[in-house]
C-alpha cells in the first residue's frame, strides 16, 4: 500500500479520503533535516506552509511521486529540484481565495478602527473613547497589487464599500480591470494616490521587496498599508523606519520574511501596526476545501490519474485527459521508436500534432514524445513531470508543430529526430480500437502495428532481395511475425519493416547489410 506523510496540520475531510488508498501518518513541526530523514518511506506528501520542503529533502524522497500543497503559494517548496526529480507538485489554486481575501479586509478595517488596541484596552480595564478615533475607508482610495483570484474579490468588496479602487498587475487585461470597477495604473501611482495598498502577489524575483525605504517614501503620510500574500515582499525594516518616523499612517501584516515570526522591530510598534501569524487561510471552509482538493489529487496521483491543478505539469480537465490517454501512448511509443532509430545524442526533435490533436489542449502529447524519445537512456527516471527539462538539459532542440490538416487519418503525430544515425521520421495514428499504427517510416508510406522487437532495413527495391533478408533470419532462427515494405516509385528506394518475435541475435545485422542492395539496417526494442 503506498505511504503518505502529512507533515503541516490537515483537515480530517483530506486525511479520510488519502486513507482510502494509502497509509497515513501524520508527523508535523519537522525540521528540513528530520523530513529529509524519513521522506525515502513515502510516495507521497502533503503539506501547508509550514514544512520547508528544500532540495537536500527532494534529494532523499526516492520514492515520492507527489508533493501536495493544502493552500496557494508553493514558495516553501523547491519546485525546480522536484520537476528534475519527476515528482508531481499540486496546490489548490481556490480553496482559500475567500478566507485570504476576507483577512485582508479584516486587517484593512482593524487598522481604520483600532480594533486590535480599543479591544486589548477595553480588557484591561479602561473606557477610552477618545483614543481610539478612526477613520472611514468609505470614498477612499485602495490600490491593490496583484488583480489575481484574492485580489479581485478584495477589489470587489471594497469597491462595495465605496471604495475607489486602483489596481497594478501586469499580467491583468483591461477588460477584466473593467469588469471589476477598477482602474489600472502603474506602480508609482498605487504608491502616490492610495490610502490603503493591499498586496497579492506570489513571492518572486520581482515582488521581492517590491515595498521598500524608496516606495514607502512615495505613500501619503496617511497611507496604511496590508499584506496578506507573502512575506519579503515588504522590506521589513524598511517598513519598521516608516512607521517608527510616521511616514505613514500603518500597516497590518498577515506574513513575514521568516516565519514563524522572531524577534523583530515591528512587535515594539503601537496601534498603527497589527500582525497576526499567517492567519490568511485559517477559516474552518478553507482548510476543508484545500484539504479536499490536494487529498484528492494525491489520491488520483497515486492511482495513476493526472493531477488537476499541477503547477509543473500542465494540468487538464478529467475529460480531456480521457480524450487523449490513448494518443499519449502513441505518442510515447512513436518518441521511443524515432529516437532508437535518430540515435545516441539527439540534436533536434520535431513533434508535428495533426488533425483535431492540433488544439492548444494537446500539449501533454508534445511531453509524452519527448518522454518516449529520452525512455531509452533514461528508462523510469524519465517521466511527464521531467521529460522536457530532461531534454533541454541535454540540449535537444524541441520544435512543435500544429497541422489541423486530417491526413489519411483524422489524427496522428509526426515526430523527426536527428541524431547520430543521421535525420529519422515517423508517422503514427490509432485505429478505431485504438490499436497504434506506424503509418509512415521516413517519408515511406506503410502501415504496421509496433513490436517489442523490430528490425528495419533501406534498400533498393529489386527482385529478390525480401527473399534474401528473411532467409538470413530464418538461418539464425528468428521467427518473423509481420513484414510491410514501404517505397514510393517501384524500383527505387524502399523501407521495409519486420516485426520479430524475439531480440535480434548478435551479428545478424552486419549480414544483412553484405545483402547486395541494403543500403542501412537497424533494430529497436520498444
Ligand atoms: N496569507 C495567507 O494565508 C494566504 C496567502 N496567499 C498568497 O496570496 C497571493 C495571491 O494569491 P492568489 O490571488 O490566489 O494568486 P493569483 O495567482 O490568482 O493572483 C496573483 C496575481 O499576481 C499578479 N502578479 C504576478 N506578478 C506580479 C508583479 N510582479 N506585479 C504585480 N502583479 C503581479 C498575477 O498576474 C496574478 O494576477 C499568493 O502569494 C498566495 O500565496 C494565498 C492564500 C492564503
Ligand atoms: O496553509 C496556510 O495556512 C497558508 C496558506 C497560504 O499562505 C497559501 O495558500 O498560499
Known amino acids: 500500500m503506498a ?19 494509502a497509509q497515513v501518518d501524520v508527523k508535523t513541526g ?93 480588557k484591561e480595564g479602561r473606557w477610552d473613547r477618545k483614543k481610539f478615533m478612526g477613520s472611514e475607508v468609505y470614498k477612499k482610495t485602495l490600490g491593490v497589487v496583484g488583480l489575481g483570484k484574492i485580489g479581485s474579490h478584495v477589489a470587489t468588496v471594497a469597491k462595495a464599500m465605496g471604495m475607489k479602487i486602483l489596481a ?22 498605487i504608491f502616490t494616490e492610495s490610502d490603503y495598498i493591499t498586496l497579492h502577489v506570489p513571492k518572486t524575483k520581482e515582488t521581492a521587496n517590491l515595498i521598500n525605504a524608496e516606495s514607502l517614501a512615495k505613500m501619503k503620510p496617511t497611507a496604511r498599508i496590508i499584506n496578506c500574500s507573502r512575506g519579503g515582499i515588504i522590506d521589513e525594516d524598511a517598513l519598521y523606519e516608516a512607521l517608527a518616523n510616521e511616514k505613514i499612517a500603518g500597516a497590518a501584516l498577515d506574513v513575514f520574511a521568516t516565519e514563524p515570526l522572531g524577534e523583530s522591530s515591528l512587535k515594539s510598534l503601537g496601534s498603527n501596526v497589527i500582525l497576526t501569524p499567517h492567519l490568511g487561510a485559517s477559516t474552518a471552509e478553507a482548510q476543508v476545501n484545500v484539504a479536499i482538493d490536494v487529498a484528492e489529487q494525491i489520491r488520483d496521483v497515486l492511482l495513476g490519474l493526472p493531477a488537476r491543478s499541477a503547477v509543473n505539469i500542465p494540468g487538464l480537465s478529467p475529460d480531456v485527459m480521457e480524450k487523449l490517454r490513448p494518443y499519449m501512448r502513441l505518442a510515447e511509443t512513436l518518441g521511443n521508436l524515432v529516437g532508437q532509430l535518430a540515435g545516441d545524442r539527439v540534436e533536434s526533435f520535431n513533434v508535428t500534432l495533426q488533425g483535431d490533436l492540433a488544439d492548444n489542449n494537446s500539449q501533454p502529447l508534445v511531453v509524452a514524445a519527448i518522454k518516449g524519445l529520452l525512455s531509452k537512456a533514461l528508462r523510469e527516471r524519465v517521466n511527464y513531470v521531467n521529460a522536457a527539462i530532461e531534454a533541454k538539459e541535454r540540449g535537444i532542440h524541441i520544435t512543435e508543430t500544429r497541422d489541423t490538416t486530417a491526413k489519411d487519418y483524422s489524427n496522428s503525430i509526426y515526430l523527426e529526430a536527428t541524431g547520430t544515425k543521421g ?13 497504434i499504427r506506424i503509418i509512415n517510416l521516413d517519408n515511406y508510406p506503410v502501415n504496421v502495428p509496433p513490436n517489442n522487437y523490430m528490425l528495419f532495413t533501406l534498400h533498393r527495391d529489386m527482385p529478390g532481395i525480401i527473399g534474401k533478408i528473411g532467409s538470413l533470419l530464418g538461418n539464425f532462427n528468428v521467427n518473423i511475425a509481420s513484414m510491410q515494405v514501404g517505397r514510393k516509385i517501384v524500383r527505387g528506394d524502399a523501407v521495409m519493416v519486420l516485426t520479430i518475435d524475439d531480440p535480434l541475435p548478435e551479428g545478424i545485422l552486419g549480414e544483412i547489410l553484405k545483402v547486395p542492395g541494403v543500403t542501412d539496417a537497424y533494430t529497436v526494442t520498444l
Open 3 to 21: 505511504k503518505v506523510l502529512v507533515s503541516d496540520p490537515i483537515d480530517e475531510a483530506g486525511i479520510k479520503i488519502l486513507s482510502q488508498v
Open 30 to 122: 519537522l525540521s528540513p533535516s528530520e523530513l529529509a530523514g524519513i521522506i525515502s518511506d513515502y510516495d507521497a506528501l502533503m503539506i501547508r506552509s509550514g514544512t520547508q520542503v528544500t532540495e537536500e529533502v527532494i534529494e532523499a524522497a526516492t520514492h515520492l511521486k507527489i508533493i501536495g500543497r493544502a493552500g496557494v503559494g508553493v514558495d516553501n517548496v523547491n519546485v525546480p529540484a522536484a520537476t528534475r526529480k519527476g515528482i508531481v507538485v499540486v496546490n489548490s489554486p481556490e480553496g482559500n481565495t475567500i478566507a485570504a481575501a476576507e483577512h485582508a479586509l479584516a486587517m484593512m478595517l482593524s487598522l481604520s478602527r483600532h480594533i486590535p488596541d480599543a479591544n486589548q484596552s477595553l
Open 168 to 189: 497594478y498587475d501586469p499580467f491583468i487585461s483591461q477588460e477584466r480591470a473593467n469588469q471589476l470597477g477598477c482602474t489600472l495604473v502603474d506602480l508609482d501611482l
Open 423 to 435: 535525420t529519422h521520421s515517423v508517422t503514427g495514428a490509432l485505429l478505431n480500437d485504438g490499436e
